[in-house]
Antibody, heavy 122, light 110 residues
Framework: QVQLQESGPGLVKPWETLSLTCAVS????????WSWIRQPPGKGLEWIGY???????HYNPSLKSRVSMSVDTSKNQLSLQLSSPTAADTAIYYC????????????????WGQGTMVIVSS | QSALTQPASVSGSPGQSITISCTGT?????????VSWYQQHPGKAPKLMIY???NRPSGISNRFSGSKSGNTASLTISGLQAEDEADYYC??????????FGGGTKLTVL
């Protein structure tokens, strides 16, 4: 049974970098595409970007200048970094696995972590 | 990229059927059969209900079905049950290989 667990500081100051990790258990991180998705309080879902174990990444154009994703295959975990956060980045952050469709990955998120709430405030 | 358009809310009585629409553009929904639907209960992570427009993952009730016509995808829930009350989100693959979500629809079971 594949499980994802996000972790990171619940409170981030605007001059810091928002850094989160997602630990994957039950399967190798090398086998799928992995996305980060966020949800501001009371609002909808926003796709942040995806990464593949070989280091391939693709980001939401609206966040591209501030986002960085990486993978540590030895720890079977993903990382997300968001620079220069503002109050607008306050949200629940989820990591999610993309399932294979028609032989590749096209954004069907079949496994989600429980999410971690991050508040950006001085 | 712009979010896909969903109605803010829909409602129905137990046993009835409801349909939630998800309108995109020729750059996403209209060009690819890679539309997914998610159910989210309060305080919980989203759950995949439909993928590739009309496919159900293992364990999802056949009361949930999906379809697409042009730039609009739809989720239909038949035989509404109290437990179906939740927020529903659509998402689509896009021409630039990004993923985009809809704004979400709150389903109320009367």
């Amino acid at each position: 049974q594949v499980q994802l667990q996000e972790s990171g500081p619940g409170l981030v100051k605007p001059w810091e970098t928002l850094s989160l990790t997602c630990a994957v258990s039950g399967d190798s991180i090398s086998n799928y595409y992995w996305s980060w998705i966020r949800q501001p309080p009371g609002k909808g879902l926003e796709w942040i970007g995806y990464l593949y174990h070989i280091g391939s990444t693709h980001y939401n154009p609206s966040l591209k200048s501030r986002v960085s994703m990486s993978v540590d295959t030895s720890k079977n975990q993903l990382s997300l970094q968001l620079s220069s956060p503002t109050a607008a980045d306050t949200a629940i952050y989820y990591c999610a696995r993309e399932r294979l469709s028609s032989g590749w990955y096209y954004g069907a998120f079949d496994i989600w972590g429980q999410g971690t709430m991050v508040i950006v405030s001085s | 990229q712009s979010a896909l358009t969903q109605p803010a809310s829909v409602s129905g009585s137990p046993g009835q059927s409801i349909t939630i629409s998800c309108t995109g553009t020729s750059s996403d929904v209209g060009s690819y059969n890679y539309v997914s639907w998610y159910q989210q209960h309060p305080g919980k992570a989203p759950k995949l209900m439909i993928y590739d427009v009309s496919n159900r993952p293992s364990g999802i009730s056949n009361r949930f079905s999906g379809s697409k016509s042009g730039n609009t995808a739809s989720l239909t829930i038949s035989g509404l049950q109290a437990e179906d009350e939740a927020d529903y989100y659509c998402s689509s693959y896009t021409r630039t290989s990004t993923r985009v979500f809809g704004g979400g629809t709150k389903l109320t079971v009367l």
